[in-house]
């Protein structure tokens, strides 16, 4: 694929990086072309590198200038990306580059995910390998995997591939903060096998589809109250359950435990006198929550429509009640706030995906804190509704808060030079996203001084990512001015 049409020239070798990885798939757990490149380009300009079990690379670059005899510096970013298209949207995630889009300030892709999440860091990571004329102390490039599930390849990091006691996270989204502090989080999972009733004929099969939610983050962007396409089914399933009875056959919704889901839909089998009322059913209450959605969320679509081909897979009418409360009542959203003024949200829980496929019952739900004690709450929730249904209820993949530390040398140097490059005080804060920094702390132990920064990107984990092209140009004279610094 060739530049885009005003493709950003300057910083030359970020932005060059940033091509090269937007070219290479990497969907996470399946990095192994783009960390193919990471050890090649390693080779090709003369410089030491090691990979853990895991999958994780560390590059070794030497110090620079006035400072090449200083302490190593560690530069983190993870490499995969999350993959999410739009519906009209064919490609293959783990075969096909993304094409890129320039519009006025902005990149966006055509119709998926950008990468800028974290691809905008590892390409500012890379660029400072070619600028031999820097001034900076010996980096330990560290490039992660399989962050965007679970922040696994941090989890599993060895350790000993890493000396420095300072790190700079690129990871963050919003040009002019530095933070200092991230959410924890864990994932919950729902399973089991629902029994089928078979003798419910004469049913028509029905589809209701709900489409068209703008998504987002479940971190970033879960304080701005975003459609949820899955509580949105389950609340109309529940309303019509009060009008007539039906059955379930199949529900479909979500994509990942860190997007918040854009669509949604499920059969189900009902007598077909019902039909208009179901529609009616639906339509009012999408007028309801058009009265309290995001502006971006306004456009979402629902579609009631008799199917061709009937089922033999319904649920009874009893357990069909059982699901579409469970998911009805399942928590989703922001639960508490650290600080309301910057929206600094403290707990909150994604219901992420649902399942229901011939029986088989499949749930994820991503909860995230920055106290764990204060999530537990919720856990015990989500026990009590699993309990219910007779499901299956287990976690997995938990990893730690980021807790601030205002007190940080680091932190200290890092406003200051800040505001010698743009005559202003940056923002500092915590971010309720899971950044990798709480749990590489843990790894290196609390000697690691850690601080985050990046341009501004919005929409990530959704096709509507974008990255504002001035912010970069800022980020990368920033990144440079503080490594010279260090």
């Known amino acids: 694929m060739n530049l885009p049409e005003k493709y950003p020239q300057e ?44 999958g994780n690379i560390v590059i070794y670059v030497p110090g620079r200038g006035a400072n090449k ?15 999410d298209s739009l519906a009209t949207k064919q490609i293959n995630f783990e075969t096909d580059p993304i094409e890129l889009i320039v519009e006025k300030d902005w990149l966006r892709a055509d119709g998926t995910t950008l990468g800028a999440d974290n691809g905008i860091g590892c390409a500012a990571a890379l660029g400072m390998i ?29 350790s000993n591939m890493l000396s420095g006691t300072r790190m700079l996270n690129l990871d963050t989204e919003e040009w002019g903060s530095i933070y200092m502090g991230c959410a924890g989080g864990i994932d919950y999972e729902l399973t089991g096998q629902i029994p089928k009733q078979m003798d419910l004929n004469p049913l028509i099969n029905v589809k209701v589809d709900v489409h068209a939610f703008s998504g987002g983050h479940s971190g970033v962007d879960i304080h701005e109250q975003k459609g949820n396409a899955i509580k949105y089914l389950s609340q109309l399933l529940n309303r019509a359950y009060k009008h007539f009875e039906f059955n379930l056959v199949e529900i479909r919704g979500g994509r990942a435990h860190n997007i918040i889901p854009r669509e949604a839909f499920a059969i189900i089998g009902m007598n077909e006198q019902n ?16 009265g309290f959605l995001p502006e971006k969320d306004r456009s979402f679509v629902v579609n009631v429509e008799a199917q061709d081909v009937s089922s033999a897979h319904y649920l009874s009418s009893e357990k069909t009640k059982d699901i579409c409360e469970l998911l009805n009542l399942f928590p989703h ?28 019952f499949y749930l994820q739900s991503s909860l995230r804190f920055l106290d764990r004690n ?25 990893y730690p808060s980021w807790k601030p530390n205002l007190n940080s040398n680091l932190l200290g140097l890092a406003k200051t030079v800040y505001q010698d490059c743009f005559d202003e005080i940056p923002r500092v804060t915590a971010i309720h996203a899971g950044l990798e920094c709480g749990i590489i702390k843990d790894r290196l132990g609390e000697k690691i001084d850690v601080i985050s920064f990046g341009p501004t990107i919005t929409g990530a984990h959704s096709p509507d990512e974008r990255v504002h092209i001035p912010s970069v140009t800022h980020f990368w004279k920033y990144l440079k001015a503080l490594l010279k610094e260090m």
């Open 11 to 54: 910083p030359k070798h970020l932005w060059e990086q940033f091509f090269n990885f937007s070219q290479i798939p990497r969907p996470s757990k399946k990095e192994l072309k783009i960390l193919d490149y990471l050890k090649n380009l390693a080779v090709a300009q003369k410089l030491e590198y090691k990979q853990d079990k895991e």
């Open 69 to 83: 005899d200083k302490s190593p510096v560690i530069i983190q970013n993870h490499v995969d990306m999350v993959t």
């Open 130 to 158: 070619f600028e031999t004329d820097g001034n900076h102390p010996p980096l330990e490039l560290l490039f992660t995997v399989d962050e965007e599930t679970g922040l696994n390849g941090a989890l599993n990091l060895d």
């Open 275 to 290: 039909l208009e009322k179901l529609s009616i059913i639906a339509q009012e209450l999408r007028s309801e929550w058009l």
């Open 333 to 360: 959203g922001v639960h508490s706030y650290q600080d309301t003024k910057q929206n600094l949200v403290s707990c909150s829980n994604n219901l992420a995906r649902v399942l229901l496929v011939r029986g088989e």
């Open 374 to 398: 204060e999530v537990k709450k919720l856990e015990e929730i989500i026990q009590i509704l699993g309990d219910k249904c007779s499901l299956k209820v287990e976690s997995h993949s938990e």
